[in-house]
């Protein structure tokens, strides 16, 4: 497969600049960055590369103005080998859960054990805002509860959630690739009991909820918690990440419209997951 390196010149030497804007360019299909130091590269595979959304995202980029960036073909490589041996390593979150690869060999064992087959740097456990989720439902009982995970990428949460009991589990996704993916992880971990949708909020419908998870961005989100309440149950929890810790009031404002109390945040590079209760 054919890459493109993608070099952007970002004002700012904010470091949580090129986390945000990491974040939002995975969702164009980026598969991997470079940002030690100076010049921040992404890697998208060039089939995928819409040059059009680049500009609207960069132009409507509303923590940084000003970027610009340029555009090269890549060296040829095996981008899979470059992946293992820079890009992914095992981690362990709360001491309790590890995330790995089918190519590893040696990883801490702990309680939970969750091998994904990774395609991309994002959903691996090593984004903040997955961290911050996953230690999330470390921290809760999901035992035997209903639980909804929006915006699921590779399913680590889901596959997390069912390792710890919750049931019944669905979880959601509007990307093709992470839908197929998520399917590969789910099937990996043998948590056969996840019911995968391609969509939005969109296929929300009668069912109820006990937890919500949505990890996603915060203009979805704001758009989306409405949606979310009509199918959380009451004294349910809705988690929400995705978003930078300035963004909480306004997350919050909107909750509160729909019944939702904060009871808590957790925070990790100003990257937050906030927890709410249905009241």
């Given at each position: 497969m054919k890459y493109l390196e993608i070099t952007f010149d970002i004002p700012s030497k904010e470091i949580y600049i090129k986390d945000i804007l990491s974040a939002e360019l995975a969702d164009l299909g980026f598969e991997s960055f470079s940002d030690e130091g100076d010049p921040f590269i992404g890697y998208i595979p060039q089939d995928n590369f819409d040059e059009t959304k680049l500009a609207g995202l960069l132009s409507n980029f509303e923590y940084?103005?000003?970027i610009s960036y340029s555009v090269k073909q890549a060296e040829d490589k095996d981008w899979n080998e470059e992946w293992e041996k820079n890009f992914f390593?095992?981690?362990?979150?709360?001491?309790?859960?590890?995330?790995?690869?089918?190519?590893?060999?040696?990883?801490?064992?702990?309680?939970?054990?969750?091998?994904?087959?990774?395609?991309?740097?994002?959903?691996?456990?090593?984004?903040?805002?997955?961290?911050?989720?996953?230690?999330?439902?470390?921290?809760?009982?999901?035992?035997?509860?209903?639980?909804?995970?929006?915006?699921?990428?590779?399913?680590?949460?889901?596959?997390?959630?069912?390792?710890?009991?919750?049931?019944?589990?669905?979880?959601?996704?509007?990307?093709?690739?992470?839908?197929?993916?998520?399917?590969?992880?789910?099937?990996?971990?043998?948590?056969?009991?996840?019911?995968?949708?391609?969509?939005?909020?969109?296929?929300?419908?009668?069912?109820?909820?006990?937890?919500?998870?949505?990890?996603?961005?915060?203009?979805?989100?704001?758009?989306d918690i409405k949606t979310y309440v009509k199918v959380l149950n009451s004294n349910g929890l809705l988690i929400l990440s995705g978003f930078y810790e300035s963004d909480i009031d306004a997350i919050e404002k909107e909750c509160n419209l729909y019944g939702l109390e904060k009871i808590s945040y957790e925070k990790n590079n100003n990257w937050v997951a906030v927890r709410f209760i249905k009241k």
């Open positions: 940084e103005k000003g390593q095992p981690i362990v979150i709360g001491d309790k859960c590890v995330i790995h690869s089918t190519f590893h060999k040696e990883y801490p064992k702990v309680q939970y054990d969750i091998v994904i087959d990774p395609k991309m740097a994002f959903g691996t456990g090593h984004h903040a805002t997955t961290s911050l989720m996953a230690k999330a439902i470390l921290d809760i009982d999901v035992k035997d509860k209903s639980l909804l995970d929006m915006g699921c990428g590779t399913a680590i949460l889901a596959i997390l959630a069912a390792l710890r009991g919750a049931s019944p589990i669905i979880g959601i996704d509007i990307d093709e690739w992470a839908y197929n993916n998520a399917l590969e992880n789910i099937q990996l971990n043998h948590t056969e009991q996840i019911t995968l949708k391609k969509g939005g909020a969109e296929l929300l419908g009668n069912e109820m909820f006990d937890i919500i998870l949505a990890n996603i961005n915060r203009n979805i989100l704001l758009n």
